[in-house]
């Protein structure tokens, strides 16, 4: 398809687990962002590459969380340790560019239950 | 630091104009957007205002910027039932940073 895509939808995970989240972009889009949305709440930035590399990761909120866009196209998120409180919707979205001029296009998420 | 907020909920009648608030703290932002989320669907991009304006209007969408303030408002003109959505104001530096998102419920 045309827009971001994101696998898989669903995931359901017991605590401790090690979790994969993956997000494929709109194809020529150098930016990625990664947000992570609690019930209730608006998306929270978590980490976003341009390229390859991580431009801004200051959104993490731990080092169970890891991104990694090995050939500047597909990323994934990575958790380690699982926690309940790391359930949430996971949100990737892609941009032509970083920056204040690029408009994001997001995926619809990959919603993570952590038992 | 960074922090966009907005009231939690709208009810509206059909037909009539909704106003939804936001408000920011970084100065700096270039560009202050509207989304929009529906159940089970990924975030929306519904508009965008650059800072140097004062207001953008598109079809039944209007936003008003009051940058002294740091205020931003989106209205909707003859809201619809389709209009009922979950709404977030973002502002962008670099990365978004969204607000808590208002969720308007439009009635008949």
């Known amino acids: 398809g045309a827009g971001v895509s994101q696998t898989p939808s669903n995931k359901v995970t017991e605590k401790g687990k090690y979790v994969e989240l993956r997000c494929d972009p709109i194809?020529?889009?150098?930016?990625l962002y990664w947000y992570r949305q609690s019930l209730g709440q608006g998306p929270e930035f978590l980490i976003y590459f341009q390229g390859t590399g991580a431009a801004d990761d200051s959104g993490l909120p731990n080092d169970r969380f890891f991104a990694v866009r090995p050939e500047g196209s597909v990323s994934t998120l990575k958790i380690q340790r699982t926690e309940r409180g790391d359930s949430a919707v996971y949100l990737c979205?892609?941009?032509?560019?970083?920056?204040?001029?690029?408009?994001?296009?997001f995926g619809e998420g990959s919603r993570l239950t952590v038992l | 630091g960074e922090d966009v907020e907005q009231s939690l909920f709208l009810s509206v009648r059909e037909g009539d104009s909704s106003v939804i608030n936001c408000t920011y703290t970084?100065?700096?932002?270039?560009?202050l957007y509207w989304y929009k989320q529906e159940p089970g669907a990924g975030l929306q991009l519904l508009t965008y205002i650059f800072s140097n304006m004062d207001m953008k209007q598109d079809q039944r969408l209007t936003v008003l910027l009051n940058k002294k303030d740091k205020h931003l408002s989106l209205r909707i003109a003859d809201t619809q039932t389709g209009d009922s959505a979950i709404y977030f104001c973002?502002?962008?530096?670099?990365?978004?940073?969204f607000g808590t998102g208002t969720r308007l419920q439009v009635f008949p």
């Open positions: 979205a892609s941009s032509l560019t970083s920056g204040a001029t690029g408009e994001l296009f």
């Open positions: 194809s020529g889009h150098t930016a």
């Open positions: 973002a502002e962008n530096t670099d990365k978004l940073i």
């Open positions: 970084d100065s700096s932002s270039t560009y």
